[in-house]
């Protein structure tokens, strides 16, 4: 039986499954330097880059081990960034959260927004207990957004990740179900 992908809305948005029609909207987001930095990530340079990234989005949805919705406003339906986990481990009720949104869109709520929808959703529907969001020292923005969500730093992981020919340092951030007081499940 094949997996249904769901949809979640919010005041401004729909977070939904990517298609392979959406390479064209996120190419102009994923070809942007300022936008995949901080994802360790040289920016993409054809359609099929963009192909390559849904189809991982694809496998980890099958897999089990994520979920990655794209971000469209309400009255344009154009993916505008992405959101969601990876590295799920139901076993251990964790999963990490990651968000990327074209920078057309920064600094007006959007991310903000998404990330809430996506960790209500994480803890409603996979009975989540843990989410944790990886993010580089220099990234100020990424980690103003996840403490504003409630995420906590709980330390720094060093030369975690080898990306662009580099070892990179990463903070390490959590949010636990208990965090969010008062909010039923």
């Known amino acids: 039986m094949e997996k249904v992908f769901p949809v979640i809305e919010t005041k401004r948005l729909i977070l939904r499954e990517v298609t392979l029609e959406d390479a064209g909207d996120m190419l102009k987001y994923l070809s942007d330097t300022d936008v995949v930095k901080p994802m360790g990530l040289d920016p993409f340079e054809t359609v099929n880059d963009v192909w390559d990234e849904i189809k991982w989005y694809e496998s980890i949805f099958e897999k089990g081990s994520g979920i990655r919705w794209g971000i469209t406003l309400k009255d344009s339906g154009k993916v505008i960034g992405s959101c969601g986990f990876l590295n799920m481990l139901t076993k251990h009720h964790r999963a990490e959260i990651g968000y990327e949104l074209s920078k057309d869109h920064w600094g007006i709520g959007i991310a903000s927004e998404a990330l ?51 070892f990179d340092d990463l903070y390490m951030y959590s949010l636990l179900k208990e965090d969010l007081n008062g909010i039923s499940f």
């Open 116 to 166: 809430e929808a996506v960790v209500m959703y994480g803890y409603r529907h996979f009975h989540l207990e843990r989410i944790e969001a990886l993010i580089e020292p220099d990234n100020h923005p990424s980690q103003k957004l996840v403490e504003k969500q409630g995420f906590r730093r709980e330390g720094l992981l060093r030369h975690y990740e080898f990306t662009r020919g580099k």
